[in-house]
């Protein structure tokens, strides 16, 4: 059974941090692509980062410079941390994975709220 499950999610003041894990099980972790998306109220989905299995990244414009994705294949997690964050960020962040021949599986989300 595929599950990926996220935390590290929560309220933060701006130009605060949080880390968000992304932890898959029921997958093969090394070959499969990673992304974290986000949906704010009213908005769409969105992608925030990429990792490839060989740990090249892409990123969202709006998060560049703040936002840094990385993976553990040997702990079957990625990771987002989140620097900088403005009260624009706040979101549900999904983890992503997708295979090379395109089977994609999302988590559940998790909550993030930028506010003083």
């Known amino acids: 059974q595929v599950q990926l499950v996220e935390s590290g999610g929560g309220l933060v003041q701006p130009g605060g941090s949080l880390r968000l894990s992304c932890a898959a099980s029921g997958v093969i972790f090394s070959i499969s692509v990673m992304g974290w998306y986000r949906q704010a109220p009213g908005k769409q989905r969105e992608l925030v980062a990429t990792?490839?299995?060989?740990?090249?990244?892409d990123y969202a414009d709006s998060v560049k410079g703040r936002f840094t994705i990385s993976r553990d294949n040997a702990k079957r997690t990625v990771y987002l941390q989140m620097n900088s964050l403005k009260p624009e960020d706040t979101a549900d962040y999904y983890c992503?994975?997708?295979?090379?021949?395109?089977?994609?599986?999302w988590g559940q989300g998790t909550q993030v709220t930028v506010s003083s």
């Open positions: 990792i490839s299995s060989g740990g090249s990244t």
């Open positions: 992503r994975l997708q295979y090379p021949r395109g089977r994609e599986y």
